[in-house]
């Protein structure tokens, strides 16, 4: 995923950039960036990996030689931004989220004329915001260009640029992500979670519309290319990687995340398939949520039978190796004994990918006395990777759980099945759940239907996608 902020203001605003930023640190862990401008000195940018450091520790010595009236800064799980450009349109700096799947055909064709060249990191990939700024270079305007690249990328590209006193963002062409302008009494800044901006003084103005086009100065919004009609905003920004104080579409994550619970429970209780347990539970942190709607509606009592040791370890997946991740999930679950001896527990988690660390969750539960583990996934069962956010950034659908069962249920022949397997009412979904359980060690499964999860969302369905579990744009 990822994340960006940026302000533009009559004083300095480097540390509302600053802060802006370090507020989207849930969205990546791979590098934060920060470019400034000034009238006079014009542009300052510092890049870092923050692969094993968080984005404010590796930026606080930066701050004291930042100042500016303008800048943008990013949280990126791919490639180092932001990146500065110079070109027929100035100089710039530019941020992309988003995911590039053509970039190769795309890499080629502006090669063709044998003028152009690209900067290649190790690997030899080409860094996505550069990518994204040889398009934009294409054409005569940074509005005409935006719009170029946007429609030249397969994927998706929500942008934020840079100029000097100005700032342009831009939508994706669907809305996948949201990007909402605030105000304060100085100036505007331009912000993926509006906790963010909010917290630092400013009030929401204005929401992009998909795929629209806006030029952010102190004084004001100017919108240069109109929003369009067509809306597919990722679902996951509610039940999953969006932060609890955010609202997106008018929908607040957290409230969310409680009536997707009760519904869970609530169409459990209405199919007598809720089993007799003594708490509901949470997955920390995104599965807590989801378990107290849970918990609320059936009038079970809430527990945290283990807390997660953050201090040192602040996500799991930080370290390179697959078995030192592991290891380290497994070291940072501190049982609370008395609430796991001889209970028949509930866990509620956000969503189930790709189960590597849940049979190591579920065998620490039963070490430490648990008489039942019933586990249920606060989203319907993923069964494609995302191909347009990276949310579920597997290189292979057979890196999902569901994928991998069907494959040993059926082989090649289970693939052609996927929406019989996802419909839990099917001899095929009964029978892919049951096998769930036999290789995690669970006592029962279940999955929130799409149907209710986009209920709790609350907003028009047709404007949400939903592709990582129907495969359909």
């Not at 509006?194 to 519309?209: C, D, I, M, P, R």
């Not at 999953?240 to 929908?251: D, I, T």
Request: charge should be negative; include cysteine.
């Amino acid at each position: 995923m990822g994340g960006f902020f940026g302000a533009v203001s009559k004083r300095d605003c480097c540390l509302d950039i600053f802060f802006g930023v370090d507020y989207h640190s849930h969205l990546g862990t791979r590098c934060g960036g920060m470019a400034i401008y000034d009238r006079e000195d014009g542009f300052q940018r510092q890049i870092h990996s923050i692969d094993n450091t968080p984005f404010r520790t590796k930026f606080e010595k930066d701050m004291e030689k930042f100042h500016g009236t303008a800048g943008i800064g990013c949280i990126s799980d791919t490639d180092p931004e932001p990146l500065m450009v110079r070109s027929h349109l100035g100089l710039y700096a530019l941020s992309i989220v988003g995911i590039i799947n053509n970039a190769e055909e795309l890499i080629e064709k502006l090669s063709a004329d044998h003028r152009r060249q690209f900067m290649a990191m190790s690997t030899g990939k080409v860094n996505a915001a550069e990518l994204t700024a040889m398009l934009i270079n294409e054409k005569d305007s940074f509005a005409e260009g935006i719009r170029y690249a946007q429609e030249m990328i397969d994927g998706s590209a929500t942008i934020l640029v840079l100029t000097g006193d100005t700032i342009i963002a831009a939508r994706d062409l669907v809305g996948r992500l949201p990007v909402l302008v605030g105000a304060d009494a100085d100036g505007h800044c331009v912000s993926f979670e509006s906790f963010a901006y909010q917290k630092l003084g400013y009030h929401t103005v204005h929401e992009l519309g998909p795929g629209e086009i806006v030029e952010i100065s102190a004084d004001g919004v100017k919108t240069l290319v109109a929003p369009g009609e067509k809306m597919k905003i990722c679902a996951f920004l509610w039940t999953y990687y969006g932060y609890p104080n955010s609202n997106y579409e008018g929908r607040n994550v957290e409230l969310m995340r409680y009536d997707n619970g009760a519904r869970m429970a609530k169409d459990e209780m209405d199919a007598g398939t809720l089993p007799d347990i003594d708490s509901v539970a949470g997955m920390p942190d995104t599965g807590v949520p989801h378990a107290i709607g849970y918990a609320n509606y059936c009038k079970k009592t809430f527990a945290r039978p283990f807390i997660k040791y953050t201090p040192t370890w602040p996500r799991s997946f930080m370290p390179g190796n697959q078995s030192i991740r592991d290891r380290v999930a497994a070291m940072k679950q501190i049982p609370v004994t008395e609430l796991i001896e001889g209970k028949k527990l509930m866990f509620v988690d956000d969503s189930i990918v790709r189960g590597t660390q849940l049979r190591g969750t579920v065998e620490f539960l039963y070490a430490n006395g648990a008489k039942e583990v019933h586990m249920r996934s606060a989203c319907p069962p993923i069964m494609y990777r995302c191909k347009y956010l990276n949310f579920t950034s597997s290189r292979s659908e057979m890196d999902l759980l569901t994928r991998r069962i069907i494959q040993e249920l059926e082989g090649d022949e289970g693939q052609n099945h996927i929406e019989e397997y996802a419909d839990k009412t099917t001899e095929r979904g009964q029978c892919m759940l049951k096998s769930i359980c036999e290789k995690l060690g669970f006592n029962s499964l279940g999955y929130q239907s799409l149907e209710g999860m986009l209920d709790a969302i609350g907003i028009d369905k047709e404007k949400i996608c939903t592709y990582c579990w129907t495969g359909k744009e």
